[in-house]
């Protein structure tokens, strides 16, 4: 892992982030379970919604534990929807305009 290039990245993705003016951030409302043993599960919150708000933005709180906010199981999923809103504010912000013959499931 490329921790260099992760800082550049997180830096870049805060200047633009200030620039459109709009971001969504999901975190966590659910533990996660970390151990399975059966009828007793071993579950935690992973990163704290205070740890995941990086002090821009907007703060979505998903039900959901770590692992589906960040890997959803469908695009009926909130969380993917959320991040898709995202996308398509962002990219209509900037001045970009994505058709809906652009999507991979259309090629």
Known sequence: LDFNLLLRFFTFF????GWLAWT???AEAAPTPL?????????AEVVPAESAFPGYGDLCMVEKDH??????????DVAYKKLEEFIEKSL????IKVDAGDTPENQ
Do not use: F, M, Y
Request: proline share 3%; net charge positive; with cysteine.
């Open 67 to 76: 692992i589906r906010v960040c890997k959803p199981n469908s695009k009926h």
């Open 92 to 95: 209509q912000e900037a001045g």
């Open 24 to 26: 969504c951030v999901h």
């Open 14 to 17: 805060g200047w633009l982030a």
């Open 35 to 43: 151990i399975d043993l059966g009828l007793t599960a071993l579950s």
